[in-house]
Structures are given as C-alpha cells and as structure tokens.
C-alpha cells in the first residue's frame, strides 16, 4: 500500500507544476494586460471551466477503462497547456490555454484518486485518501514557488515554459511504477452508474458540500498572492513565496481533519466549514493589521479550509457502491470544480464592485462572499446528508 500511495502522492505533484503558475502571477499579468479584477478572476476561473467540461467524461471513464491511461493521456494536456499559456498576447488566448491545463488536471486527479482506491482495500484506504489528496496542497504550493523563483529571473513566459515539465515527468513515473492491472467486469450500465449516483442522497450530501469547499478554496488560491500584495507587500518574502509557504498547511490539516472526522464524519466537516465561514470574515477585516498579522489570520484561514478536503472526499468514496465509484467521482468533482470556476470570478467582481484590489473595503467584501457560500454549503450537507445509504452491493440494470 505504502508504495503505491507514494508513487500516485508524487505523480500528483508533478503534474500540478503549471496549476497554481497564474494564480502567482495575477497581479504582474493583470497590469500589463490592462485588464480589470473581473477579467483576471475570468481567466482563473477558465482553468475551472476546462475542468468541469472533462471531468464527466474522464472520470466516469475509468469505470470502463484502466485509469492509469487516462492519467498518462492528461499528463500530455497538462503540459500543451501550460506551453499554450506562455505564448498568449492577451487574456483571450491566456482563458483559452488555462482550460486546457485544467482538462488536464481532470484527466489526473479523481483518476489518480480511482487508480488508488482500486489498488488500495481494508480499513487503510480511507487513510490513504487523505494522503493523496492532501499532495493537492504540495503541488499548489511548489508551482507557487517555481512561478515564484523563474519569473524575476527569466520572465512570466519562461515560468509557464518551466510548468510543461511536471507532467511529462508524472507520466513516466506512473508508466514505469505502477504495472497495468487487469480492469474488473462492471455489473451497471453506464447510464444505469448515473442513476444509481444521482438518487442516492448520502452522495448528494457530499457533491454540495464538496461544491461549496471548492468554491471557497479556489477562490482564495487564485486571489491569494493579489491578497498578499495588498495586506503584506511590506513584507521580508515576496508574496508567491509566502503563498507557498502558507499552501504547505494545507496536507497536514486535510489528513488531521480526516482523522478528525472518522466516525463523524458529516458532523465534523459542518464544524469546520463554519469555522471557515467565520475566519474568512476575520482576514478581510484584519487585511490591514501589519503584514504579520494579516499572514497570520490568513494561514489559520487556510488551515480551516483544507481540514474538510479529504473527510469529504473519503466520505463519497464510503458511500459510494464499488461499480459506480468513477461515476460518483466525476459528478463529485464536475460539482466542485462549478464551484470552483465561480470562485475566483465573483471573488474578483466583488473586488470590483467594493472600489478595486486597492481598497480594505473591497478585500471586507470579496471574504464575506465566500464566507456567505460556505454558510450555504453548511445547510446544503445536513440537508441532502440525512438520506439513505449508498447500495454496498451491484446495482440492478
């Protein structure tokens, strides 16, 4: 088990070296493309778009076929994405390229996820859940850092250049590491996988939860280094350097909340969400408090945020009958990643409309959006959370 956690762990972190490259880079792009917090938190949210538009078909794919090929196929996507991006003159071409690079990460994530829970059983796997998707937290801060340390250096285009590599290199240690394995008979029609998903209520509980964690997350990563250069500019490190920093929190929260969360697990993740929703709040109000207050109000944010990531996922994969468990997967993450593209552009619309990136005001108001979704998301799950249990045994045609 260790092995194969470890391999798909760091398989994970390669293939997000370009994921995180413009949320680094927002504030130099935004300037020289002249474009305002809505157009910028447009072109974030296109990475979400592509997706949301894969994910369905991606995932739900590996209940037919070996997830490690599609994996290995969306490492390719991952890195023309990222070279797509270093050649954009505009905002245009940069949403463009960015839903490429997020089709990519549609083709490696959940499947990666599938791929470990197939190779993974006993009381381990929900353990080994945690692990992989806290990595989501590693590979977001690395391709903070690599953005980071090539731009000054060699310029924003030979950042994204740098990005196209990861993947390729995730490819060739999933190919070389991880052996083919024989794909198990499903005993659901494709169409017959969907409903059992769609009407089983304990699944629905976690797509909304997950969509509403998502929106919240994706929002503050894709702001986060804007955020920083508003609150901390005065600061000894450079703003994607301590956006990286504070992205490290994210693995140690998402496995501690999971193991918080074991045996209560709905419960739990309502706890932590409001939590957010509270801190969330705190760090828009506290934004021009000094840098190292605003650093700190902010990590423990981030510490909130991603306690619930793997609780909820090890959650849907509980509930979840074994032959339509990609399914389950593709219309979790097609949910989360709507959420996700909303984020970052309402966090930047509500920018706008509270006076721009420059005003406190502004910063108060965008935080309190999220905010007000996680509250949501809070109600949505005890709501949809009460249904029947999944069917542990093969659904009926």
């Known amino acids: 088990m260790v092995y194969v956690v470890a391999v798909l762990c760091a398989a994970e972190i390669l293939t997000m070296t370009g994921v995180s490259t413009f949320a680094a880079l927002l504030p130099l792009l935004r300037d020289e493309w002249h474009a305002t917090n809505t157009v910028a938190g447009a072109v974030g949210g296109a990475f979400f778009a592509g997706y949301m538009l894969a994910v369905p078909v991606l995932v739900s794919l590996t209940d037919r076929i070996a997830a490690r090929r599609v994996y290995v196929g969306a490492c390719a996507a991952l890195s023309l994405g990222a070279l797509a991006f270093a050649w954009a003159r505009a905002p245009a071409g940069a949403m463009l390229a960015h839903a490429v690079l997020g089709a990519g990460l549609a083709g490696t994530y959940m499947p990666g996820l599938k791929e470990l829970s197939d190779r993974v059983s006993g009381p381990r796997k929900s353990r080994a859940i945690?692990?992989?998707?806290?990595?989501?937290?590693?590979?977001?801060?690395?391709?903070?850092?690599?953005?980071?340390?090539?731009?000054?250096?060699?310029?924003?285009?030979?950042?994204?250049?740098?990005?196209?590599?990861?993947?390729?290199?995730?490819?060739?240690?999933?190919?070389?590491?991880?052996?083919?394995?024989?794909?198990?008979?499903?005993?659901?029609?494709?169409?017959?996988?969907?409903?059992?998903?769609?009407?089983?209520?304990?699944?629905?509980?976690?797509?909304?939860?997950?969509?509403?964690?998502?929106?919240?997350?994706?929002?503050?990563?894709?702001?986060?280094?804007?955020?920083?250069?508003?609150?901390?500019?005065?600061?000894?490190?450079?703003?994607?350097?301590?956006?990286?920093?504070?992205?490290?929190?994210?693995?140690?929260?998402?496995?501690?909340?999971?193991?918080?969360?074991?045996?209560?697990?709905?419960?739990?993740?309502?706890?932590?969400?409001?939590?957010?929703?509270?801190?969330?709040?705190?760090?828009?109000?506290?934004?021009?408090?000094?840098?190292?207050?605003?650093?700190?109000?902010?990590?423990?944010?981030?510490?909130?945020?991603?306690?619930?990531?793997?609780?909820?996922?090890a959650g849907l994969i509980e509930v979840s009958p074994p032959d339509a468990r990609g399914t389950a997967m593709a219309v979790y993450s097609f949910f989360g990643f709507a959420g996700a593209l909303m984020g970052p552009i309402t966090f930047g619309a509500l920018l706008d409309?509270?006076?721009?990136?420059?005003?406190?005001?502004?910063?108060?108001?965008?935080?309190?959006?999220?905010?007000?979704?996680?509250?949501?998301?809070?109600?949505?799950?005890?709501?949809?959370?009460?249904?029947?249990?999944?069917r542990r045994g093969p659904a009926t045609r």
């Open 353 to 390: 409309a509270g006076g721009g990136a420059a005003s406190h005001r502004a910063w108060m108001l965008a935080f309190a959006g999220v905010a007000a979704v996680s509250v949501c998301g809070v109600a949505a799950l005890r709501q949809d959370s009460r249904g029947t249990p999944a």
């Open 130 to 313: 945690a692990f992989y998707t806290s990595t989501f937290g590693l590979g977001s801060s690395l391709s903070l850092w690599m953005a980071g340390a090539v731009q000054p250096r060699a310029g924003w285009r030979a950042a994204f250049v740098c990005a196209a590599a990861g993947p390729l290199l995730a490819a060739v240690l999933v190919l070389a590491a991880l052996p083919a394995r024989a794909m198990e008979a499903a005993e659901t029609t494709h169409r017959g996988r969907f409903g059992v998903v769609l009407r089983n209520r304990a699944i629905a509980g976690y797509i909304i939860g997950y969509a509403a964690h998502c929106w919240e997350l994706f929002a503050i990563r894709s702001w986060i280094v804007a955020f920083l250069s508003f609150a901390a500019g005065a600061a000894p490190l450079s703003p994607p350097t301590i956006a990286a920093i504070v992205n490290l929190l994210g693995p140690p929260a998402s496995i501690s909340g999971n193991e918080i969360a074991s045996g209560r697990r709905v419960r739990t993740v309502r706890w932590l969400m409001v939590t957010g929703a509270a801190l969330a709040c705190l760090t828009g109000l506290l934004a021009r408090s000094g840098a190292a207050i605003a650093i700190g109000i902010l990590s423990v944010y981030v510490l909130a945020i991603m306690s619930d990531s793997a609780a909820l996922t």
